[in-house]
């Protein structure tokens, strides 16, 4: 993964960031640094949607503390894994973005990220953010927050045809009923509307293993409900099933443009204030990329670099990746199917606050 991507992408930006708060100097394990202290001290890091709540620290004022921030030597794995995951955690796309992202798009404050980008994106920890699709890679996450409740099994992990059908004739139902007027903007103070382009609710995705942490579904997820508990169910994938892989904007492009679905009435009230753009929105029509593929990958390169940011499909249209997680894998036809082959997880809070996962003795 090349640093531009990271420092181009609001949630690659807020990883850095996150990534200089867990590993700079504090007096003990669970004081906070300097870092830390001037966003306690400012509040904005609250999830707030007031307009001013970024300008209570000026961006001159944090880029000068994140260059005086030192690097580490290093970059641990787990260290990295939970920066992204807070990082996910942290993205808003219903809302205005926190005070935090909103400092970090900052072009001063940009410039200060540069070297921690270099240091992440050549760093061992990051290698596998790269990765393109793995037939044999693929687990289902069955999330609970005990083991009386985790969600039941999927039939099938598959989109059923007919409510790909339904899902798709009910945006058109509603862009036509709406008028489709987005001459008049949008208010700030209200949201409406689905904030996600991933498949929600057609069919179920996968996560992507990751070694003696489990997989990218355990600790990476958007808008996450604090579970404790979970299952990973190895995935069997068909021979031959075709997967459209999004390593970064030029992907989400493509399916945008030769599967164009228009969303404004939709979106325009989350994503427009989210991304302070006024226009027409689309997405990719997942019935018609049903035809031609039967799932879509996000790598975790793709996902840092371009999810949540404005990405320009034509001269009056624009798309966003919201709702996904780094290294999801949305099916939209029946080629992966649950395997008997499963292990327990449970998310314990390290003394710092951090939830970190561990596989189950003998699970």
């Keep these: 993964m090349h640093h531009h991507q990271l420092l181009a992408g609001p949630r690659g930006r807020r990883v850095l960031f996150e990534l200089l708060l867990a590993t700079e100097p504090k007096p003990a394990p669970s004081d906070m640094g300097r870092l830390g202290q001037l ?3 400012t509040r904005v890091d609250t999830k707030s949607d007031e307009i001013g709540v970024a300008e209570r620290l000026a ?18 794995e787990q260290v990295l894994l939970q920066a992204v995951g807070r990082a996910v955690d942290a993205a808003m796309y219903w809302q205005l973005p926190d005070g935090i992202d909103r ?28 990765d393109g699709f793995d037939h044999e890679q693929q687990v289902w996450v069955r999330l609970g927050h005990n083991w009386e409740d985790p969600a039941p099994y999927a039939a099938q992990l598959g989109a059923d045809l007919g409510r790909l059908s339904r899902w798709r004739e009910a945006f058109v139902t509603y862009d036509a009923g709406r008028g489709g ?14 904030w996600w382009s991933a498949p929600l609710q057609l069919g179920r995705h996968t996560s992507t293993k990751l070694g003696e942490y489990g997989a990218t579904g355990l600790w990476w997820q958007e808008d996450s409900f604090g579970c404790e508990c979970a299952e990973l169910v190895e995935i069997d994938v068909d021979f ?14 493509r399916l945008c443009r ?35 593929f039967d799932a879509v990958y996000l790598t975790v390169r793709g996902y840092l670099g371009t999810a949540g940011r404005v990405v320009k499909i034509e001269d009056r249209t624009a798309s966003m990746i919201a709702g996904w997680a780094p290294g999801d894998t949305y099916w939209l036809r029946n080629c992966a199917h649950l395997s008997d082959r499963r292990s327990r997880w449970v998310g314990e809070y390290a003394s710092g606050g951090e939830l970190v996962w561990r596989e189950e003795s003998g699970g």
């Design 39 to 41: 966003l306690w001290q």
């Design 59 to 76: 961006p001159e004022i944090l880029a000068t503390e994140i260059k005086s921030s030192p690097l580490p030597g290093t970059v641990d």
């Design 103 to 130: 400092l970090l798009r900052r072009e001063i404050v940009r410039e200060a990220l540069h070297d921690v980008a270099v240091l992440v994106a050549d760093s061992a920890a990051a290698a596998r953010w790269n």
């Design 181 to 194: 007027d987005v001459g008049k903007g949008y208010d700030t103070r209200f949201f409406t509307g689905t």
């Design 240 to 253: 031959g099933a075709r997967i459209f892989t999004i390593h970064g904007e030029s992907g989400w492009v």
């Design 258 to 292: 030769d599967y164009p679905l228009d969303v404004t009435e939709d979106k325009h009230s989350s994503w427009g204030p989210a991304t302070a753009r006024n226009g027409r929105w689309v997405m990719p029509d997942w019935r018609r990329v049903s035809h031609d």
